[in-house]
């Protein structure tokens, strides 16, 4: 098969491939595939993993990781995360306070819960640096996702002109600087325009007025 015929085969099947997992997502109705009763499976399955960081042999959405950076070769890392939906656990003050100033529900996280799963698995992998992550489902208490981790010291990383790049120290931590996909869009900086003058470079940077 030629290179330009073996391209289109790839796209068609990551068309399909997305189309797919979009359904499942949105549980469309089919004649062919019950979609809602393959999502509730995938979520007893990775309900019923132990653990809430875990290393996975592959994406299970591989169009969506790709788009985001991975390589099926050696120092690419894949790990499951999931993470508890709903506001933080805040302890109810022992001090007198009336019913109103309480202040212990609904109060939210300062960052995403996709922010808390990168941070978890770069975590638990140390030596490892979080590319970026992406959402696989969802069910009344977790939220799941895959994040793509590498090691910027494997050989093959560094002779990869794509991806080397993340061996500089200006990437070291990333994850906790908030400079993934989905730390940038957290931090606001996917706004432009009017409203966003406070944003840039950072919140810090700018006494936390944008918040």
């Known amino acids: 098969m030629g290179k330009i015929k073996w391209c289109k085969f790839m796209t068609t099947a990551n068309n399909y491939i997305k189309e797919t997992i979009e359904n499942e997502y949105n549980k469309s109705k089919d004649e062919n595939y019950n979609y809602k009763q393959l999502y509730s499976n ?85 030596n490892l640096e979080v590319l970026n ?16 981790l590498v090691d910027p010291y494997n050989p093959s990383i560094l002779s990869d002109k794509d991806i080397n790049w993340i061996f500089s120290s200006a990437h070291k931590k990333r994850v906790e600087r908030g400079l993934t996909s989905a730390g940038k869009k957290n931090r606001g900086l996917n ?4 409203g966003a003058e406070k944003i840039r470079p950072s919140l810090r940077a700018n006494s936390r007025k944008a918040r």
Do not use: C, H, W
Not at 67 to 93: D, H, M, N, T, W
């Open 191 to 194: 706004n432009k325009g009017r």
């Open 133 to 148: 992550s992406y959402y696989v489902g969802e069910d009344g208490q977790k939220k799941y996702y895959e994040v793509i």
């Open 42 to 126: 995938k979520l007893i399955d990775y309900r019923a993993q132990k653990g809430s960081v875990i290393r996975i042999p592959k994406p299970t959405n591989i169009p969506r990781a790709r788009e985001l950076g991975y390589k099926a070769k050696q120092g690419f890392v894949i790990v499951f995360v999931k993470v508890r939906k709903g506001s933080g656990l805040i302890k109810k003050p022992n001090m007198g306070r009336r019913p109103k100033r309480v202040g212990v529900n609904k109060i939210t996280r300062r960052i995403s819960i996709q922010r808390i799963a990168e941070q978890r698995a770069g975590k638990q992998f140390p």
